[in-house]
């Protein structure tokens, strides 16, 4: 296999005692040389092979699974490689009563511009419309162990998912708004009646963790995104006599939620080799951009990038991604030009995913 | 009868019973002025502000008076002109020379903590213990990392106290045969009715002997009564080792093949049953607030096998209170009998 | 709800919430009547189970186990007729005791259960309810008894239960209050599920066990009747039922959950419960003996790949 | 009665009057019964102090290969790969990565990587088996050093205690401050070749 | 995060097997001599304890464990959902359809969020395992059955809420379930509500003379089937015998341990009624193995040179004097043996319930 073959010809020195080690104990004593080991590896016709026999720019493949929880509006099940998260989506019902101070509400026009959603992203935050949680302590890794407080990694996780829903406003409010025409106008005059607002649809976003190998945002997300188009939410009404919401259990009547586009993140780590291995001073530069990047890859990458793309609202078609939101942390690898070639590959990646999305079970 | 549920009263009843003669051996002695009517004081009360008495324990005299005061909850007890109180329950205080029962709370690199029902755990240090192959071996790295197989944790031992240090912790040492791991029988405690002297009512008493064999019909019984209120009953220890003095070798052997064995004999199913009896019957004597050592030991358990006998043979066996009740029925048998 | 002032979460409306409240059954007379599920199955008919070991890589040892709904709805309805179990368990370790943790001569069993918070009719909290911690309980009893402890000295496991779709305790229907508090038996099923999907995470672990223990329900039914495996939501009179985690080729029990007015001679129930767990064992066989099967073939190709070593430099 | 191939924890293997339990089985009234999932061996007995009988064992399918980085602890005699954590005065602190069966000779194939490290503890006097008094902890590993030790005994609660007191056990990986690789010159020295400045250390013999 | 265990008791190995040793023989030798396997310990009680509770208890063992139990009632309103029929009362007008919903009597009325239950044991948090689980088990085995929870309601917009705070005022020194069951049975037993004085649907008066108030449990002149609480027995199995109420040091070479919440026979049948059975997880799994002479450096003995040969070499000393920990569970015949034992007419169940009863009667 190509690795092996590779290991025994990388940058060494000949003098250092060489010590043969099967693989995943390489991998566990020295995971740094050992991963550059394989990346380092010049391959005859094809591009180095990762640790994990896939290429630097290769993801993996997104499995998706829609519609498999009973009590949920929508649901779905994502396989990320070895990660995979069920995301459930509730609906509940906010009253109108127990908001306080309600945004003054206005019926959204046929054309919405884009203050429309400025302000319904507010009036979404304001009331805490969309609640995403995750959870991470399922025995999905074995850093997290049930009964502590969600980790500091869980806690930001949380927050990017939370921002991010919020930022691109992938929920419309008309789709969560609960309205009431009454028969005729309180004031006797034959005006059309004003529609009331009478409650809000609350969503509440659940992520469990069944299995983490790396990248779990973009597994989170790309469960949020399958169980959200999934989702189908009761006509809800307003009933004079019991004066309260009711709902229809007519599926004819209930409506599925209608998302602003389909923004994908796709997640890159950076792999800085280590030049000081050979002492003869020729430094060759070393660094590789990790797609989609597993959990021993995760161990050993201090920079990490988050390219979040939208191609269904570009105007030169699905070749041509909106930038929906860019995240780097750490190190300093990634100049203008390498995140040019990133937000390709992210476009790349959109196709990918949307086709996954899309694809029923 | 299965369940035996009595109606609320005062815990225990022997306090009375045996309050009265302390009261005695008060009133007998005219002319001590007490200010509390009954023998029992609280801290901080005057026991008597007459020059002529000397404070023992549980007393204190303020500085520039000659009044006494009681510094714990107990009986007041004079002995020649020396006041004590003897408080009602007290944690053993380890004292240098005590033969006590231990049991391991924690295994360290050189030493093990030993809970002696001490106000504070009791350390035995690697070095205090016989090492099998002989008591002239040296200790080396080995027994260090083998700690465990001597002592480990909940394993009982009979061990005596070497030394106390500043803060009142003792160190325990078993370098002799007659101490050492405790195996083939039961374990009783008594805690707060240990504690050496003051303890003249409930619990173990300092004696000359602390160990000894009880003749049953099963057969013999080894009782180790640990001053600190711990108590093991065993089968006997197999003549041999400890009866007759042993020269050097066969010495070894005894303390190599058992000395440090957490495996018991296999022991007649009649003196295992007596075991557990005679360690009823003291948690029986602690009940009634009795005195536990060698001689009571002895006059209840004997007086219990009669009562048993007598039962038998008029079949009737309806008593309440258990341990408690068995013992009292026997004091009582005793009382009558003189 | 517990959440709600959770900080380390996103937290709900401070108004809080309702689940939607449907008309019809309010509303129109006899709907609601046609909305009850019923037992198609026949007595002693248990429902299909669907079990796959090592479905989380990471861990050492994992299982999923599924129990499908068998009640269709007759008219179409938004509102699920019963719900089906979908749990997933996954053993961490045998691994070393954190450095608090005083020595152990054995091995020291964690078990942790949790319903997701969208496993239920009733929405649940982020925290651990007293029913989850009970079922944590009941679980722990029902391994301590076969795992033998004594081989992993000074170590620890740490078996973790997610249950994504809970039984109910009843049919919605029929449920006066609202989330907890119900008649609980539900959670016999539950439980039972917990038991045969933990064994097999733990057996997929290679910890050593005495024997494959696995659950059962059985209950009886206001006529008196005997039914094995019940959805209780298709019963609207179960007066007693009965869990087991039950030892088949030891013919033991380690976990006995019995309630309810059983009389004065629950063996019959008891009889019933490890009857449907002889069902669970067969699964548990069927799915094991499969694995080793692919393993040991997986293992031989790897025995093959281990002989190249990589050479490691400094 | 015909040994199954494959076991079940709980299926019964054979009265142990005619077998001994092996890894994998376990005595349940007078019979050997499997307690784990794989394949079942019989072998002639290892040792004959405890028993002449052929020996029982079922071998989890996964330790084949080091990929199932199986439930394998750390025992008496074991050689394990360890990290140094921490240098005290009297002992050296370190976390094993890697535990060899016991008693095989070196980190081959069928070792087992640890899921989550096991602590350990060199003491000084374990460090070496030649003039025990004169080594110190500091110039025998460095914090980050790999080394091969054998477990010399469980421990108590804090950590498993490990020797390096033979040739082929000590450092096998040594890096500088730079993180530098540093070569073994000596049995008590590393170099780095590039500065030529050489550091002490508890070297293991290169196989 | 592993909360303290109570039952986790720290015997050395040998003390453990001579006690099993004792425990299997036949007839066994208890713990305490003076008992035979149905015995249990005795202990003491006393009710009406608590001034301001609708209902007290306390029982103390002879080992000092004791506990305190408060029963207290409040009104409370129910809570309306909407439903086809709740909705007709609510709207209808015409009286005769109310009244006819109310004058059914209040059977399968009753909800069990009505009943809650405490327990609180010293140096345990309220949701560490062993409340939880002793809480969980009570609570289920009063509301086994329904009696309880519909002798609370008191009409369509009204119910009693029955608090019951259960307080282990010593450390658990022995498994404290059964203590706590008998402590809240004579608790309930002589609990009383004040009588109503109000009118179907009209908010609830009650009559302040405490004397005209009405048990909890209604006592009839046939006393011996009346509905009463129902009482949880702890039975342990060691090897063929079968002990009642075990202490401390039995329990901790327990093979397996169940607990029994039973009820007393009523006029249909002459046997106790068991109301909810579940096992206990026996110490005795968490006691560390003996390590036998053969295998002991430390006694003459030669340590295995590989985990695999101390295996083999602890597998094969079957019950020698070496105290292995308990595997397995319990027998099926066993469980249905101390079933019987329980139910049985003057079984144990009806022994503790009559010795609870007698102390409210003498």
């Known amino acids: 296999m ?55 720019h290769e993801f993996r493949r997104v499995g998706i699974n829609t519609g498999s929880l009973t009590h949920c509006n929508g649901s779905a099940v994502v396989r990320l490689g070895n990660t995979s998260a069920v995301c459930g989506v509730r609906a509940e019902i906010l009253d109108e009563a127990h908001v306080q101070a309600t945004a003054d509400f206005a019926p959204s026009t046929g054309n919405e511009t884009e203050e429309d959603a400025e302000r319904e992203r507010d009036e979404m935050e304001s009331l805490r419309l969309l609640v995403p949680n995750v959870e991470l302590s399922t025995g999905s890794t074995p850093q997290h162990i049930p009964g502590n407080a969600p980790s500091s990694f869980a806690q930001t996780l949380i927050t990017r998912v939370r921002s991010l829903l919020l930022s691109t406003s992938l929920v419309r409010l008309s789709d969560l708004r609960i309205l009431y025409a009454p028969p005729s106008n309180p004031d006797g005059l034959d005006a059309e009646p004003e529609p009331q607002l009478k409650g809000y649809w609350v969503l509440y976003i659940d992520i469990f963790y069944i299995s983490i190998d790396g990248n779990a945002f973009d597994a989170a997300w790309a469960a949020i995104l399958a169980a959200l188009k999934n989702s189908v939410i009761p006509h809800a009404f307003w009933d004079e006599d019991l004066e309260t919401i009711l709902c229809s259990d007519d599926p004819s009547e209930a409506h599925s939620l209608t998302l602003r586009g389909l923004p994908v993140p796709s997640t890159f780590a950076v792999f800085e080799g280590k030049h000081d291995w050979n002492e003869s001073g020729e430094a060759e530069e070393a660094d590789w951009v990790l797609s989609d990047p597993d959990a021993f890859e995760e161990t050993v990458c201090r920079e990490s990038v988050c390219v979040v793309v939208d191609c269904t609202v570009g105007n030169k078609g699905t070749k041509d991604g909106i930038l929906k939101s860019l995240e780097k942390s750490g190190g300093d690898v990634v100049d203008r030009d390498a995140m040019k070639g990133l937000v390709k590959r992210a476009v790349d990646r959109w196709a990918e995913v949307e086709k996954a999305t899309n694809t029923k079970p | ?67 006494i005061i009681s510094t714990v909850a107990g009986h007041l007890h004079k002995t020649n002109k020396l006041l004590s109180v003897q408080p009602l329950r007290a944690r053993y205080t380890p004292e240098i020379g005590d033969l006590v029962v231990g049991r391991i709370v924690s295994v360290q690199t050189k030493k093990w903590t030993v809970d002696i029902a001490a106000p504070m755990l009791a350390s035995l240090p690697l070095s205090a213990i016989n090492l099998p192959g002989g008591i002239l071996r040296r200790r080396t790295a080995v027994d260090e990392l083998n700690i465990r197989t001597f002592f480990s944790e909940g394993d009982l031992l009979v061990a005596e106290v070497q030394s106390l240090h500043g803060d009142n912790t003792a160190s325990l040492h078993t370098r002799s045969l007659k101490y050492g791991k405790l195996r083939n029988g039961l374990f009783t405690s008594l805690t707060g009715a240990g504690g050496g002297i003051l303890s003249r009512r409930g619990g173990v008493v300092r004696s000359k002997r602390q160990t000894f064999t009880l003749q049953t019909g099963a057969g013999e019984i080894d009782v180790v009564l640990g001053v600190n209120g711990y108590i093991f009953v065993s089968a006997h220890k197999k003549a041999g080792q400890d009866e007759k003095d042993v020269s050097i070798t066969s010495l070894e052997q005894g303390v190599s093949e058992t000395l440090y064995s957490s495996q018991n004999d296999d022991i007649e ?8 009896r005679v360690s009823t019957l003291v948690k029986g004597l602690v009940g009634c607030g009795r005195r536990v050592d060698e001689d009571m030991i002895v006059r209840v358990y004997e007086g219990a096998v009669e009562l048993e006998a007598e039962e038998k043979v008029m079949g009737s066996s309806e008593r309440a209170g258990g341990a408690k009740g068995v013992v009292e029925a026997v004091l009582g048998r005793l009382e009558m009998g003189g | 709800m517990a959440a709600n002032t959770d900080r380390r979460r996103i937290n709900a409306p401070s108004g809080g919430t309702s689940a939607p409240v449907f008309a019809k059954p309010v509303k129109e007379y006899g709907y609601l009547q046609s909305l009850r599920p019923n037992r198609t199955r026949g007595p002693d008919e248990l429902r299909k189970t669907f079990l796959q070991t090592g479905v989380v890589p990471s861990a050492s040892g994992s299982a999923y186990l599924e129990v499908p709904t068998t009640t269709t709805s007759s008219q179409p309805s938004l509102i699920p007729p019963t719900s089906s179990l979908k749990i997933a368990a996954s053993i961490q370790g045998p691994k070393p005791l954190p450095r608090s943790a005083p020595f152990s001569p054995t091995l020291v069993l964690t078990t942790t259960v949790k319903f997701a918070p969208f496993a239920t009719r009733y929405r649940r909290g982020y925290i651990r309810d007293s029913a989850e911690r009970d079922l944590g309980v009941h679980l722990e009893t029902a391994l301590r008894g076969v795992i033998i402890g004594e081989r992993w000295p000074k170590s620890g496991v740490e078996v973790v239960i997610t249950i994504l779709e809970g039984d109910e305790d009843t049919w919605w229907g029929d449920s006066k209050a609202e989330g907890g508090a119900g008649s609980g038996w539900g959670l016999l099923n539950v439980l039972a599920g917990c038991i045969t999907v933990a064994s097999a995470a733990i057996m997929d672990a290679g910890i050593d066990c005495v024997d494959m223990v696995a659950g059962g329900v059985a209950a009886i039914t206001g006529d008196g009747q005997k039914v094995l495996d019940p959805c209780p939501a298709e019963h609207q009179d179960i007066v007693a039922a009965c869990a087991v985690g039950y030892l088949a080729s030891r013919d033991e029990i380690t976990e006995l959950w019995l309630k309810g007015e059983v009389g004065a001679d629950p063996d019959t129930l008891i009889e019933g419960a490890t009857h449907a767990a002889m069902g669970s064992v067969s699964v548990l066989r069927e799915v094991l003996l499969e694995n080793i099967e692919t393993k040991t073939k997986a293992a031989k190709e790897g025995s093959k790949r281990k002989l190249e070593d990589v050479e490691m430099t400094g | 009665m015909a040994l199954p191939t494959l076991a079940l924890p709980g299926t019964l293997l054979g009265p142990a009057s005619k077998y001994a339990p092996g890894p994998g089985t376990h005595i349940h009234d007078a019979s050997i019964y499997a307690s784990i999932v794989g394949t079942v061996a019989s072998s002639p007995s290892p040792n004959t102090t405890t028993t002449k009988l052929p020996l029982l064992s079922i071998s989890r399918p996964g330790d084949a290969g080091p990929t199932d980085s199986a439930n394998i602890l750390p025992e008496v005699d074991s050689q394990v790969l360890a990290r140094v954590t921490r240098l005290g005065a009297r002992f050296a602190s370190a976390e094993i990565l890697v535990i060899a069966p016991a008693n095989a000779t070196s980190i081959s194939a069928d070792a087992a990587v640890c899921s989550t490290p096991f602590t350990a503890q060199i003491r000084r006097e374990d460090i070496r088996a030649t003039e025990k008094d004169k080594v110190t902890v500091q110039d025998s590993f460095r914090v980050g050093d790999l080394i091969r030790a054998v ?4 421990g108590d609660q804090g950590g498993y205690y490990l020797s390096t007191a033979k040739n082929e056990l000590g450092v096998v990986v040594a890096r500088g401050e730079g993180g530098e690789v540093l070569v073994p010159v000596s049995w008590r020295e590393v170099k780095d ?4 400045r050489g550091e002490a250390r508890k070297v293991a013999k290169p196989f | 995060m592993a909360p303290p265990q109570p039952q986790q008791v720290n015997l050395s190995p040998a003390e453990l097997s001579f006690l099993r040793s004792t425990l299997c023989q036949a007839p066994p030798v208890r713990f305490d001599h003076t008992k035979g396997p149905k015995d249990f310990r005795s202990m003491r009680a006393e009710y009406d304890v608590l001034p301001g509770a609708n209902g007290s208890a306390r029982v103390a063992l002879e080992d000092g464990t004791e506990a305190l139990v408060g029963v207290k009632a409040e009104v409370e309103t129910s809570q309306w959902r909407p439903s086809p029929d709740a909705r007709g009362s609510a709207l209808a007008p015409d009286a005769e359809m109310r009244d006819a919903a109310d004058d059914e009597d209040a059977k399968g009325k009753g909800q069990n969020s009505w009943i809650e239950m405490s327990v609180e044991i010293p140096g345990f948090r309220d949701d560490d395992s062993l409340p939880v689980f002793l809480a969980s088990m009570l609570t289920e085995s009063l509301l086994a059955s329904g009696g309880l929870k519909d002798r609370l309601y008191i009409n369509t917009r009204f119910h009693w809420k029955l ?45 302040d003379d405490w004397d005209a108030a009405v048990f909890l449990y209604p006592k009839s002149k046939a006393s011996a089937s009346d509905d009463k609480p129902p009482v949880i027995v702890l039975a342990m199995g060691v090897g063929p015998n079968i002990i009642f109420d075990p202490c401390m040091e039995e329990l901790a070479v327990a093979d397996s341990v169940l607990a029994i919440a039973c009820a007393n026979a009523t006029a249909s049948s002459t046997r106790a009624r068991i109301v909810s059975v579940r096992t206990i997880d026996p110490p005795s799994h968490l006691t560390p193995p003996g390590v036998p002479n053969s295998m002991n450096s430390a006694t003459g003995g030669t340590v295995p040179a590989s985990s695999a040969e101390a295996l083999t070499q602890r597998e094969l000393l079957a019950n020698s004097g070496v105290w292995t920990p ?15 034992m329980v139910v049985e007419e003057g079984g144990v169940a009806e022994e503790v319930i009559s010795a609870l009863q007698a102390i409210e009667l003498g």
């Open chain 1, 2 to 56: 190509a690795a092996t073959t590779a290991a025994l010809r990388d940058p060494a020195p000949a003098a250092a005692a060489a010590l043969t080690f099967p693989r995943p104990i390489f991998a566990t004593v020295a995971p740094h040389p050992f991963l550059q080991a394989h990346l380092a590896a010049p391959q005859p016709s094809k591009a180095p092979l990762r640790a994990n026999s896939r290429t630097a």
């Open chain 2, 269 to 276: 199913p009649g003196v295992a049953r007596e075991i557990t």
């Open chain 5, 163 to 207: 608090y019951i705070d259960i307080l282990l005022l010593s450390p658990p020194l022995s498994y404290p379930l059964a203590l706590l069951s008998m402590t809240t049975h004579l608790a309930l037993l002589t609990s009383r509500l004040p009588a109503l004085k109000s009118e179907k649907d009209e908010d609830p008066l009650f009559d």
């Open chain 4, 193 to 196: 070749l590039r500065t030529g």
């Open chain 2, 1 to 67: 009868m299965p369940i035996t549920i009595l109606p609320p009263s005062a815990p225990i009843a022997a306090a009375h019973l045996h309050h009265d003669d302390s009261d005695e051996d008060m009133s007998d002695d005219d002319g001590l002025p007490v200010q509390s009517t009954t023998s029992i004081v609280t801290p901080g009360e005057t026991v008597t502000s007459d020059p002529q008495w000397m404070r023992g324990h549980g007393t204190y005299v303020p500085a520039d008076t000659t009044t």
């Open chain 5, 326 to 340: 308990p595997r397995g569970g319990m027998k099926r015949g066993l469980i249905s043996q101390v079933v019987k």
């Open chain 4, 151 to 154: 477990v010399i005994s469980l």
